[in-house]
C-alpha cells in the first residue's frame, strides 16, 4: 500500500505532536479490509481485546469482550471497538504502510471500531497519536480544547469521558478520508449511520518508564564497591547538619558515572517490548526446521504476528532488538533489517553470510520472524 499524499518533512515540522490535520481522500478508492460483520465475528474471539460502549438515558456504558450473536442487537446508539485488529488480518497490518515516515517501533496498534447511527464513545482524549482512517460510511468529528492529567473527568468507573468537552472545530470524514489527532487533543466522534474507522495509534514509553529502564541500566554498570567519596570537606560546624555542598558533591559524583556509562540498549529494549504479553519464540524442535527452510534460496522470513523488531547503529556493528532483546550483529546486515521492518518479509538468502545463521536463529528463537 502507498503511503500517504502529503510531505512527511513538512507534516512532521508543523503537525505531528502539534496540530491536528485533515487529509481528504488520503487514501484512494479505499476498499475497507474488514466489514461490520467481520469485525463482529472478531469480537467473539476468546482472545480479541473488544468492547462495547452504548449510550443509554442513563449515561454510558461499557461491556467487555468476547461477545455473542445477541450482544450485537441493540436499540440504542452503540459502538463496537476491537483493539490489534492487525494481529489478526495481514490485510489490515498492511495499513500501517500509510505512515510509514513514522518509526516502526513507534506504532501501537490498529484498532477497528464500528459503529450504529448516533453510536461513538463519548468526549474524550488520548495520550497517544492517532491517524483516523474513515471505512464504510461517515463519522462526524468534533474537535476540542487541550487536555491533560488536571482535566476534569465524568465520574465514571470504568471510562475516562471529559466533564466539559469545548467544541472547536469539525469535520464529517468519509471513506478514505483521514484526520490526524496528536496526543491530549479532546475529540469526539459521532457515526452519522453505519460505519467503521480505522485508528493507527502510535505509542510512546511514559518519561517514567524511560527514566526507570535508563536507571536500571546504569546501575547494572555501576560497581557496589563505588561508595560516595568527600575528601577535603571542611569540618562539621553544627551536629547533624547535611549542607548544601554535601549534597552537590553526591549530585556531582552521580553525574560522572551516568556520564561514562556507554550501554544504550535500554531504549531500543523498552521500545520493543511485545504487545502480546505472552509472545513466544520457536519451540527447540522446531528451529533447526525453520532455520533449514530459512536457508533454502526459496525460503521467506516473515515478520511475526504483534513482533517488536528494530535496530541501532553502532560504531563498527549494530544493535538488533527483537521484543525486548537485544544482540549486535555485523552491520552489513542492516539493509536486510530494514527491509523486514518495513516490508514484513524477506529472503533468508538476504541474511547469507558470516553471523546470517546466528541472526536468523536469533530473530526464531525471540519470536521475531516466522517462515512463510
Request: aromatic fraction near 8%.
Amino acid at each position: 500500500m502507498a503511503g500517504l499524499q502529503l510531505d512527511p518533512a513538512r507534516f512532521l515540522a508543523r503537525y505531528w505532536q502539534r496540530e491536528p490535520l485533515l487529509l481528504r481522500a488520503a487514501v484512494k478508492d479505499f476498499r475497507p479490509p474488514i466489514s461490520a460483520d467481520e469485525l463482529a465475528g472478531l469480537a467473539m474471539e476468546a482472545d480479541a481485546e473488544s468492547r462495547i460502549v452504548e449510550y443509554r438515558a442513563s449515561g454510558w456504558h461499557l461491556q467487555q469482550g468476547p461477545f455473542r450473536t445477541a450482544d450485537f442487537d441493540r436499540s440504542q446508539p452503540w459502538t463496537l471497538l476491537v483493539q490489534g485488529v492487525d494481529r489478526w488480518l495481514p490485510e489490515v497490518a498492511e495499513l500501517a504502510r500509510l505512515v510509514d515516515f513514522l518509526p516502526t517501533w513507534r506504532l501501537d496498534d490498529i484498532m477497528v471500531s464500528y459503529a450504529s447511527k448516533g453510536g461513538g464513545v463519548g468526549p474524550h482524549y488520548d495520550l497517544y497519536d492517532v491517524f483516523l482512517l474513515q471505512g464504510e460510511g461517515e463519522r462526524h468529528w468534533r474537535l476540542g480544547q487541550r487536555c491533560d492529567a488536571s482535566t476534569p473527568l465524568l465520574p465514571h468507573r470504568q471510562l475516562k469521558l471529559l466533564a466539559d468537552f469545548q467544541c472547536e472545530a469539525e469535520y464529517t470524514l468519509r471513506c478514505g478520508d483521514i484526520l490526524y489527532l496528536p496526543p491530549g487533543v479532546a475529540h469526539w466522534g459521532v457515526s452519522a449511520g453505519d460505519s467503521t474507522c480505522f485508528s493507527i495509534g502510535l505509542r510512546a514509553p511514559r518519561i517514567t518508564e524511560l527514566l526507570s529502564r535508563w536507571v536500571d541500566a546504569r546501575l547494572e554498570q555501576a560497581s557496589p564497591d563505588h561508595l560516595l567519596e568527600d575528601p577535603g570537606r571542611r569540618p562539621a560546624a553544627a551536629a547533624g547538619e547535611i549542607r548544601r555542598e554535601d549534597i552537590d558533591s553526591a549530585l556531582s559524583q552521580l553525574r560522572r558515572v551516568l556520564d561514562t556509562a556507554d550501554d544504550e540498549a535500554w531504549f531500543g529494549e523498552l521500545v520493543t517490548e511485545s504487545a502480546i504479553p505472552d509472545a513466544l519464540g520457536n519451540e527447540n524442535e522446531g528451529l533447526a526446521a525453520a532455520l533449514a527452510q530459512l536457508r533454502d534460496s526459496a525460503g521467506v522470513a516473515v515478520l511475526a504476528v504483534g513482533a517488536r523488531v528494530a535496530w541501532q547503529r553502532l560504531d563498527d556493528d549494530i544493535r538488533v532488538f527483537v521484543n525486548g532483546n537485544s544482540r549486535r550483529f555485523p552491520a552489513t546486515f542492516s539493509g536486510a533489517l530494514s527491509e523486514l521492518c518495513g516490508h514484513g518479509q524477506l529472503a533468508g538468502a538476504a541474511l547469507a553470510g558470516a553471523g546470517g545463521d546466528q541472526l536468523l536463529r536469533y530473530l526464531l528463537e525471540h519470536g521475531g520472524i516466522d517462515v512463510g
